[in-house]
């Protein structure tokens, strides 16, 4: 088992201790910690005024003592330019997480790169140039000028289309409202690129178009109303080891006092093991549907609701468009939207039919429509807040089996109401704030094959790693690489030319097929590997980042130490990136086209959010955030008053919804008829392989372990990435627990480690996502839907034993984690 191996004892956190407000920077749900800071020479004491607590720690603390923190929530880092001890724990006066940590945030200080415990060790300092066959440390205007050259070079040579971003929309962990500015002014108004792409999608778009269509943004409640709510429906999603304080404090609290659960997944997660405990096994439904079935399920559930007379009469008069077709369906939308009578007209499903299709009893179905709807024994309506996130969004046919999950909702009045709304649960917290990018289009250029196709000269990246978390990785990664060494190449034929010796022969090397590569990233990623010129980046706490969470709620988590080495904010890098260009293009006479490059003279992060955020949100201010504290403001902010900003608890409280721009302020039903599997590929690789690779997160991991990859903790636990299976599949194929096996299909190959899991049906496997030792996208197909939403849930291959256990694997426990619940 893992230990804190440079950590004897911790000390105390004397009385003076400096204080951050910390949001944690992994997941959306976005837990409120507090960071404590002091110097080396001195710590704190166990009289009550010696210590920060206030108490006498002489005493035997309680179980829940505010004045307690793990090892791992300790570290030295570097503040000022001094080492100063460091305590990250978590705040017991946030309402997101009432003093809860995660596995994942309660590690947040151990993730801290130090030079005196040594931790994250992998985190870059300074900018890296392929020079003389290796990456080679260099300044910052040595590097930036390279990239401007080269970029510049190319678009002004060919076009704008010519450039490629791979970049991140988010919050948190990279993102936030400062660094989604510094990359949307920097591509989308200095530039109009369109060949862009999101870090966890290959083209520039939503992942749910049709809840927008519809009329509704996708975040719209509070996480409070699963506590005033009578059933939780949730699909596609594992909140407990996804959103886990979210599903802690909020969903627990729910169940607890009454409220039934139906989830709809084809497998069996820790979160409905967990519910039955805290809620009954009674209370809680599990609909084991066939993967990629849902629509068809939620089809039914609508048709037995409206059949039934549970629909919300006096809502739907109100609040939805009363007639027809609003929008057709066409290139843009792949299904009409109108009415609710139009769309049952594609929606109506039986319940027998949807058993067929979903290979779940009718009753079951009656049954979940019966807890989402049916009046309470008063005749009240019954509240239901809905929930959805991976197993629908990367699911089977995006648009329309969200259309159908809302249109449920909306027939029931459950939105904008208390105990209700109809949400995406959410990966990373949110912070996007950037120019229009209509210019980008819809539907929008699939990027990756783009790049497959030998299109685009220079890609830009921004905190992604395609090689661990794209679709068809095996191809990717082929031609990545492959126009990437073409560039390296050129540039190791020009080695002591020139500047613009070396610029003229990597855009001769591009002209030929080949690709220039700058990677912004806090560590050497994989794809890294194929870049030219990499430039380091700070993470939240190294600089200050606003963001908000799956209720909308912003904070200002605050910086508290100083970026790695000579890294930066990435808002600050792509200011960097910009006035290279303006300099760059001016001395190519280009002043027209430089001039766009203006306006990036920030000297902080705080700048960027000034020029960017604050514009639109007048009201809202650093110093404004600072004092809200980590319970921050719920978006939007309509004002400020007595020294507070004012915000919005729930959206479309007034019954009108506008998030698709219509004025009469009517939502939309979406005519979601079932067709099966919808992208391309997916039913022929369903037949002609034996087992489904259900890919999934686990709470210990925290993405493509990025940081996990040099973390004993994680690597200890899981030394390979985990591919759960039935015993009675291992033992088909001669697996024991801990044996390496490879996944095989026609799209390519990946590999991992055995894991007995009895709870699994036969025939399907679930297997850790983005694993730096094996990337479960290789094995996913190209296919996408008709707005290029990619399936990555819906794979299938055959498995094969590569190796006994190795000492590593063979020595880790294969418990079944719902045994420790
Ligand atoms: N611990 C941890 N938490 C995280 C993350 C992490 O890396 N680690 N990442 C964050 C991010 S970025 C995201 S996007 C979220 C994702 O959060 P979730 O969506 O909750 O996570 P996943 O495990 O990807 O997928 C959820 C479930 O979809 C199910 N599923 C697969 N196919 C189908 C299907 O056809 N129908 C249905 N109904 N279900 C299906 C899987 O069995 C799985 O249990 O998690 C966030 N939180
Ligand atoms: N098969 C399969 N594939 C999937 C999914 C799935 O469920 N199944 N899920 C998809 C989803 S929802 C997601 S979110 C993606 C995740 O895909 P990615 O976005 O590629 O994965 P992350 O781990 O979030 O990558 C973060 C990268 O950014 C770097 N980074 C971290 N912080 C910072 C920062 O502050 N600045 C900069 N510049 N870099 C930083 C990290 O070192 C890391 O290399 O994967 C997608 N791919
Ligand atoms: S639940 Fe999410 S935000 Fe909260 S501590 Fe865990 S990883 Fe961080
Ligand atoms: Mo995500």
């Known amino acids: 088992m893992a230990f804190k191996r440079q950590v004897g004892r911790l000390p105390i956190i004397p009385a003076d201790a400096q204080e951050f407000n910390v949001t944690c920077h992994y997941c959306i749900v976005g837990c409120g910690y507090k960071a404590y800071t002091w110097p080396m020479n001195r710590q704190g004491g166990t009289a009550p005024e010696q210590n920060k607590f206030g108490v006498d720690l002489s005493e035997q603390q309680v179980m829940d003592a505010e004045a307690w923190y793990a090892p791992s929530m300790y570290n030295v880092v570097r503040q000022n330019g001094r080492d100063v001890q460091l305590v990250v724990k978590p705040d017991v006066n946030c309402s997101v997480n009432s003093g809860l940590g995660s596995i994942r945030g309660a590690r947040m200080a151990e993730n801290r790169p130090s030079r005196v415990t040594g931790t994250q060790a992998q985190r870059l300092s300074d900018p890296l140039v392929w020079r003389n066959g290796v990456w080679q440390p260099t300044s910052w205007d040595d590097a930036l000028d390279l990239v401007a050259r080269v970029t510049a070079k190319v678009v002004t040579e060919g076009s704008e289309d010519d450039l490629v971003v791979s970049m991140f929309d988010h919050g948190g ?63 596609g999603a594992n909140s407990m080891e996804t959103q886990t304080n979210l599903y802690l404090n909020h969903m627990v609290p729910g169940l607890q006092g009454g409220a039934r659960m139906v989830v709809v997944d084809p497998r069996r997660t820790l979160t409905i093991a967990s519910s039955e405990q805290y809620a009954g096994p009674e209370n809680v439904l599990h609909l084991a549907i066939k993967e990629g079935t849902d629509l068809a399920l939620c089809n039914a559930i609508l048709t037995e609701i409206v059949d039934k007379g549970w629909t919300d009469a006096e809502f739907i008069a109100a609040s939805t468009f009363p007639d027809g077709v609003a929008v057709a369906q066409d290139d843009a939308h792949p299904a009409s939207l109108g009415s609710l009578e139009h769309a049952m007209t594609a929606c109506r499903l039986s319940l027998d039919e949807a058993a067929e299709i979903c290979g779940v009893p009718a009753a079951d179905i009656a049954r979940a429509a019966e807890w989402i709807a049916g009046p309470h024994e008063d005749g009240s309506r019954r509240k239901c807040v809905t929930c959805y996130e991976k197993g629908i969004i990367w699911g089977n046919d995006n648009y329309r089996t969200i259309g159908a999950i809302v249109n449920i909702a909306l027939a029931t009045g459950n939105v904008g109401r208390e105990g209700g709304g109809v949400c995406r649960l959410g990966g990373h917290q949110e912070g996007y704030y950037r120019p229009g990018d209509a210019h980008v289009g819809r539907p929008a250029e699939y990027i990756d094959q783009f790049l497959i196709r030998g299109l685009g000269g220079v890609h830009h990246i921004w905190a992604c790693d395609h090689y661990k978390t794209t679709l068809n990785a095996s191809e990717f990664k082929r031609v990545h690489k492959r126009r990437s060494d073409i560039v390296k190449d050129a540039i190791d034929a020009a080695a002591g030319g020139t500047r613009e010796q070396v610029v003229d022969a990597i855009v001769s090397a591009i002209n030929a097929g080949g690709l220039f590569v700058v990677d912004v990233d806090i560590i050497h990623s994989q794809i890294g590997q194929n870049a030219h010129v990499i430039l380091p980046a700070c993470e939240a706490n190294e600089m200050n980042l606003t963001s908000m969470n799956g209720e909308r709620r912003l904070r200002l988590s605050e910086k508290y130490m100083d970026p790695w080495g000579n890294a930066k904010p990435d808002a600050l890098i792509a200011a960097g990136v910009a006035q290279a260009m303006e300099r760059v293009l001016r001395e190519m006479g280009n002043d027209a086209y430089a001039d766009q490059f203006k306006g990036y003279d920030w000297a902080t992060e705080e700048d960027a959010f000034m020029d960017g955020y604050n514009k639109g949100n007048p009201e809202v201010t650093y110093e404004r955030l600072r004092a809200m504290g980590n319970n921050g403001v719920q978006e939007p902010v309509t004002g400020f008053e007595n020294g507070q900003l004012i915000g919005t608890e729930r959206l479309y409280s007034d019954g009108r919804f506008t998030r698709h721009g219509r004025e009469d302020g009517k939502a939309l039903f979406c005519a979601a008829g079932w067709r099966g599997w919808q992208a391309p590929g997916k039913a022929r690789e369903q037949a002609a392989h034996r087992f489904w690779i259900n890919n999934v997160r686990a709470n210990i991991f925290w993405q493509n372990q990025f940081l996990d990859q040099k973390n004993d903790f994680v690597q200890d636990r899981y030394p390979h990435p985990f591919v759960e299976m039935h015993p009675d599949d291992m033992v088909e194929l001669g697996l024991n627990p801990g044996d390496l096996l490879e996944i095989i299909n026609d799209n390519g190959v990946t590999q991992g480690m055995a894991y007995p899991m009895p709870t699994l049906k036969r025939n399907t496997v679930a297997m850790v996502f983005g694993s730096p030792a094996g990337s479960q996208g290789n094995v996913v197909n190209p296919g996408v839907n008709e707005l290029v939403l990619p399936d990555y849930k819906h794979c299938w291959g055959d498995i094969r034993k590569i190796s006994d256990a190795t000492p590593q694997t063979a020595g880790i426990s294969f418990k079944s984690p719902e045994a420790v619940l």
């Open 173 to 235: 962990s990279a993102g936030g409202y400062e660094n989604t500015w510094g990359t949307g002014k920097l591509y989308f108004e200095s530039m109009k690129v369109k060949n862009c792409r999101i870090h966890n999608r290959p083209a520039y778009n939503s992942e749910v178009h049709s809840s927008r269509d519809m009329g509704l943004d996708e975040l719209n409640y509070a996480y409070k109303d699963y506590t005033l709510t009578d059933t939780i429906f949730m699909l």
